[in-house]
């Protein structure tokens, strides 16, 4: 228990003080289920300096990640208040940031089990995520990197749509007016609709309830790209507007 | 010399074709200048042969596969008749050397398009429709070991490929937003959308349209277009089916015959 105490605290202050850390597990013996209760206390330090819950982002949803990270299954973030972009994300309190385009789930009823899902979707909409590794290189294993909140550091999302099929639509995402990165959501588990079930299956394992107004972030349409300083980032899904940022 | 080098590149990729074993890049013989002279005998081969040409395809539409390549610019090669099937079809094994798949977007023309220089507007008015497409496209140079020189001579590439059959007016669909999702038996093989080609698929057509009215052969109406790969291409074995849906188009699937007959 005082490991993953330890454990957490160094993730925490790594992020608090804006510091590359070396990979976790470079030192200590680390497996999925520990790595989700250092997770699960760097969140508890937070919310003890009052930040509060805001839903879930999903990892390694795409099958190119998958691959990469030789793992079948999602993973899962926390995500807290503090961590919503409202329109400008400042990068020096960052390590080495990176953005991806992102669909977004309202919660609009509690989520206790994947039965809840179905019911429980009160809007869809274009987002996007900050992922700031604390570890050197952005470069883990996976349990380094569930430790480490798999990477979550800030999300935005546009304005709420009806829910809506959105298994295929097509996504853009733009620097300062260039685009940067193009894709489907069909590449989110095919659809984000699925990446939304495995977070209410993680819940249940979890004990986590989804509660109304939080925010499920399904997973990424693209590859990440770095995400500089003094630069308007635009996110674009067809059919769902798009969601914009500055640096 | 030079005439000679261009016979002789023509000539090794009809000797592929016609024996079905991939050839040495022509990149030896000839400079990327005469690329498209050497293409020029081929379709000059095929016209003779009576082949029927409906349309273009336009490549390298992608700024992954143009950084690859070291080009700024697509290329483009002739449709034949004879390389469309139908929806859901199968290929016989053999028929496109080292195929590989993509979904783009095909537009079909219903006016010409003889000016040198096409405006949006022009384009708009000369489209009757667009449809989803897979192309497979294949290579005679032995494992795709391309330069611009030997794909442009190689008709850009091209193999046979395969059309939706629900046309949709350009009014109806965003081509720059459409999703494009490319599966075999549900399992994902590609992602992407069309600002994936070239910014937007009618940026591809207006570059083709331009630099064929400019080279004295227009398109025309009843043309098809194949505008251009919307995410990247995948390796396609025997007996695959695959299913390519585009945002607003609708889907489009073709089969694999198995092994030789």
């Not at chain 1, 992102?102 to 989520?111: D, F, H, N, S, T």
């Not at chain 1, 430790?147 to 639509?169: C, I, K, L, Q, T």
């Not at chain 2, 059959?165 to 109806?172: D, K, M, T």
Request: contains cysteine.
């Amino acid at each position: 228990m005082s490991d993953v105490e330890a454990l957490a605290c160094t993730l925490d202050e790594a992020a608090r003080d804006v510091r590359a850390i070396p990979k976790l597990t470079d030192t200590a013996e680390l497996d999925v289920a520990t790595a989700y209760a250092v997770q699960r206390r760097v969140i508890e330090r937070r919310l003890a300096r009052h930040e509060r819950p805001a839903g879930v982002k999903m990892g390694f949803t795409s099958k190119a990640k998958m691959v990469q990270m030789g793992v079948h299954d999602v993973i899962w973030g926390l995500l807290t208040d503090a961590m919503l972009v409202e329109s400008h994300v400042e990068v020096d309190r960052l390590i080495h940031p990176r953005i991806e385009p992102e669909i977004a789930y309202l919660i609009g009823r509690p989520v206790r089990s994947p039965a809840d899902v179905d019911a429980a979707v009160a809007g869809v909409a274009v987002g996007f995520e900050v992922l700031d590794s604390r570890y050197l290189d952005f470069s883990f294993t996976l349990p380094d990197v569930i430790a480490d909140n798999a990477s979550a550091a800030g999300y935005g999302v546009g304005a709420w749509h009806e829910p809506r099929d959105v298994s295929n639509v097509g996504m853009l995402m733009e620097i300062d007016g260039r685009v940067v990165q193009t894709g489907s959501s069909a590449a989110i588990l095919g659809d984000p609709m699925r990446s939304l079930r495995a977070a209410a299956r993680l819940s249940e394992q979890a004990g986590i309830v989804l509660e109304p107004g939080q925010v499920v972030l399904a997973g990424a349409a693209t590859a990440a790209v770095p995400l500089p300083k003094g630069v308007h980032v635009r996110v674009t899904a067809s059919g769902l507007g798009s969601v914009e940022v500055t640096t | 010399m030079r005439d000679t080098s261009i016979a002789d590149a023509a000539d090794r990729l009809l000797e592929a074709y016609a024996t079905g074993v991939p050839c040495a890049p022509v990149r030896d013989l000839i400079g990327t200048d005469d690329a498209y002279r050497v293409q020029r005998r081929l379709t000059d081969h095929w016209l003779a042969e009576g082949r029927r040409p409906v349309g273009r395809k336009i490549g390298l539409t992608s700024a992954a596969v143009q950084r690859q390549l070291g080009v700024d610019s697509p290329d483009f090669g002739t449709l034949w008749a004879d390389m469309a099937v139908p929806d859901g079809a199968e290929i016989p094994a053999g028929a496109v050397l080292q195929g590989r798949a993509e979904a783009e977007v095909a537009l079909v023309l219903e006016r010409d398009l003889p000016h040198e220089r096409n405006t949006a507007a022009d384009l708009l008015r000369a489209t009757a429709f667009a449809l989803p497409a897979i192309e497979v496209a294949g290579s005679r140079i032995r494992d795709w070991d391309i330069t611009l020189a030997d794909t442009v001579a190689d008709n850009a590439s091209a193999g046979m490929y395969v059309l939706g059959n629900r046309p949709v007016p350009l009014s109806q669909v965003d081509l720059r937003l459409c999703g494009m999702v490319l599966e075999r038996r549900g399992e994902q093989l590609s992602t992407g959308a069309g600002a994936a080609c070239l910014g937007h698929p009618l940026n591809a057509a207006l570059w083709l349209a331009d630099t064929l009215a400019q080279a004295g052969d227009p398109l025309r109406a009843g043309d098809t277009v194949l505008t251009g790969a919307l995410g990247p291409m995948v390796p396609i074995l025997p007996g695959d089916v695959l299913e390519a849906r585009v945002e607003g188009l609708g889907d489009v699937r073709v089969a694999f015959a198995k092994e030789d007959s």
